[in-house]
């Protein structure tokens, strides 16, 4: 098992930047892809942003590349998503998974946090 925890969502204005963290627990971090995906209210969950077990190998969604960073920390167990020029449409509950390989489907990792809310004012 893996436990994952996310932090650092809140309300933000356009323009600004947000930092989102996912500590994990349980099993070996370092063994697990991670990811980030975000659900907008009343819409679906959508893939954002993946790192290899290695931290070599990154993948991003077309709506957020060059926008957002994913990184990962393997002394904390921590994998982050620096977000930068927040727009209103990235209003959502944004979540962490840890899974076997990098992948861009929900359905490819196995392991999920809570999510975090953001909320971005224009």
């Known amino acids: 098992q893996v436990q994952l925890v996310e932090s650092g969502g809140g309300l933000v204005q356009a323009g600004a930047s947000l930092r989102l963290s996912c500590a994990a627990s349980?099993?070996?971090?370092?063994?697990?892809?991670m990811a980030w995906f975000r659900q907008p209210p009343g819409k679906e969950r959508d893939f954002l942003a993946a790192?290899?077990?290695?931290?070599?190998?990154?993948y991003y969604a077309d709506s957020v590349k060059g926008r957002f960073t994913i990184s990962r920390d393997y002394g904390k167990s921590t994998v982050y998503l620096q977000m930068n020029s927040l727009k209103p449409e990235d209003t959502a509950v944004y979540f962490c998974?840890?899974?076997?390989?990098?992948?861009?489907?929900?359905?490819?990792?196995?392991?999920w946090g809570q999510g975090t809310q953001v909320i971005v004012s224009s």
């Open positions: 998974a840890a899974g076997r390989g990098l992948a861009t489907k929900g359905d490819e990792y196995g392991y």
């Open positions: 790192i290899s077990w290695t931290g070599g190998s990154t």
């Open positions: 349980g099993r070996t971090f370092s063994r697990y892809a």
